[in-house]
Nanobody, 122 residues
Framework: VQLQASGGGLVQTGGSLRLSCAAS????????MGWFRQAPGKEREFVAA??????YYADSVKGRFTISRDNAKNTVYLQMNSLKPEDTAVYYC??????????????????WGQGTLVTVSS
């Protein structure tokens, strides 16, 4: 499975961005998909995930971010609203093609995109 993330950029506090992650694979609809982020000097952290069982969010983004997928386009999205400077990070999409379930743990995802940078200015 290959993943290609896009949509990052520079935005002001309170602004919005939508990230996209295009995936290869004929069974994309069955994959658990996640978004993670890594800020400078910090560890990679869970942001959101979507699987057959539903959608899940980190507390820090709940109510501001929305994860969704279009299985016809093999694409998962992350709509980010009310952005804050602390959301500044490289955002990575990931696929869990083995258990295909939701997970907050990065090691349970077996395919990763290249990352897209989101910068929120104050």
């Amino acid at each position: 499975v290959q993943l290609q993330a896009s949509g990052g950029g520079l935005v002001q506090t309170g602004g919005s961005l939508r990230l996209s992650c295009a995936a290869s694979g004929r069974t994309f609809s069955t994959y658990g998909m996640g978004w993670f982020r890594q800020a400078p000097g910090k560890e990679r952290e869970f942001v959101a995930a979507i699987s057959w069982s539903g959608t899940y969010y980190a507390d820090s983004v709940k109510g501001r971010f929305t994860i969704s997928r279009d299985n016809a386009k093999n694409t998962v999205y992350l709509q980010m609203n009310s952005l804050k400077p602390e959301d500044t990070a490289v955002y990575y999409c990931a696929a869990n093609t083995v258990s295909r379930s939701y997970s907050r743990n990065s090691w349970e995802y077996d395919a990763w995109g290249q990352g897209t940078l989101v910068t929120v200015s104050s």
